[in-house]
């Protein structure tokens, strides 16, 4: 039971970081997509 409740966490956490890496990426995505616009 310990090892599972680990690997939940583990993926609980990995899970975490991705959607955190996504949102960052997407703000930068539009950044760089209205900087040239409004130029």
Do not use: C, H, R, Y
């Not at 680990?6 to 996504?22: D, K």
């Not at 930068?28 to 616009?37: A, H, Q, S």
């Amino acid at each position: 039971m310990k090892k599972i409740s680990i690997l939940i966490l583990i993926f609980l956490f990995l899970g975490n970081l991705a959607l955190f890496s996504q949102d960052g990426e997407e703000i930068d995505f539009l950044e760089k997509v209205t900087e040239p616009k409004k130029q």
